[in-house]
């Protein structure tokens, strides 16, 4: 197995993706941000001075999915079809778990835009709440399932 953004030389390259065929494409993508229980608490309460953190951070993900070509040098601009982000609070952890699906029709994975909804989402989190707690974690961020293409299906163990 090859790495694909390098070219016989070496260097790196956008793949051409312009053989492969149009099929519906789908990738899951997961965090988390750990936190302390009183900021997790002032989250659900809705008790942050900068706002409704979990709304905030939704639309941060879903705008981050939209942007990741222009993000990731090279990741290609798709049309993307659906994007949602959900974060559900765990006072286990104590933190936020987040969840990001993006769906495409094309001729290319949309794993990065994912991740990118998913990192977004929980950096946005860390913004809003910082004044609180500077000590929060972003950790697990990984897909955990995609669809679509060639390579098929991909679901983690």
Known sequence: MALTHFD???DAHMVDVSDKDVTSRIA???????M????????????????DVL????????MAAKQTAGLIPLCHPLPISKVSVELEPDRDLPGVRITATVKTTGQTGV?????????????TVYDMA?????GMEINGLRVVFKDGGKSGRYTAP
């Open 55 to 62: 709304g905030v951070a939704r639309l941060a993900g879903i």
């Open 111 to 123: 794993e990065m835009e994912a991740l990118t909804a998913a990192s977004v989402a929980a950096l």
């Open 36 to 51: 302390l229980p009183e900021t997790l608490d002032i989250i659900i309460e809705g008790r942050a001075k900068k706002g």
């Open 130 to 134: 910082k004044a609180v707690d500077k």
């Open 8 to 10: 016989g030389k070496g």
């Open 28 to 34: 899951v993508a997961e965090n988390h941000i750990k």
